[in-house]
């Protein structure tokens, strides 16, 4: 007896694929899991963790939103952060231990949460169950909001989704992704504006910054400039910004449907 042919999948299964990776991604806890999570930390002399139980007394702690994220991304972010802001070392609390224990970490995978707090961003590393706290940082500084800076936005993408379009990104070796994923779990928008733009102009654009290779630090400069030679000089795309509180500056660019990652680049502001 023949068995019956297999059909192509059903439309929603990819859709229910791509969810079920989102909820696996996060996972919510609540103000008084955070908060305990917090006083673990300090209680073993974390610094900004105490400083952040100073701030949140008194105050309605918010649920939080705990990603699962590989920690070798976590010390490789948090250790350029930490040199950029090596000669202002008052605008954080605990980056060095941070980066360091991100190093030192031999799981996989760990989970960020971070919280606002009214002069500061604080962000703790826990387990990947976020049953047990591992380090926190914080740092102080004005997080640009993208949506302040979108004139002449053609639409936006919701920032779920370009949070797995940077994965993709990240799962290619595009080191300035992992700077834009982190900077955009550090938002608490739900989308993003995106621009239009030619791959023409980005090409020549990123070429004369990569020949100029100024002080200021890059990241993917030469790559992102080489990508975009590789269109046609007219091929119309789409880019988003996206900017941190250390003082990063990230641009991906995107498909003109918004579906595909092509690459991505960060500077120093």
Known sequence: MRRPLKGPPHPHDHYGRKAKMREEQVLELSAAAATDLCRQLADQGWASSQKALEDLKGTDVPSVKARRVKSASVAGIYELRRDMLASTPERTMDLD???????????????????????????????????????????TGPLVDPTSQAVGAVGEIQTSDALELCRTLIGNGWSSAEIIYQ?????????????????GALAHEFSERAKEAGPRPTVDLERFSQEMNRFDKNQLIRVFHVFDAYGWHGI???????????GAVAMKR
């Open 97 to 139: 231990r941070f980066a360091e224990k991100a190093r030192e970490e031999r799981a996989e995978f760990v989970r960020l949460f971070r919280i606002h707090l009214a002069t500061s961003l604080f962000l703790c590393m826990t387990s990947e169950d976020a049953g047990q706290a591992i380090s926190s940082t914080t740092v």
């Open 183 to 199: 900077a955009l779990t550090e938002t608490d928008l739900l989308s993003v504006p995106v621009w239009m733009a030619s791959t």
């Open 252 to 262: 991906c660019a995107l498909s003109e449907d918004q579906n595909r990652a092509i």
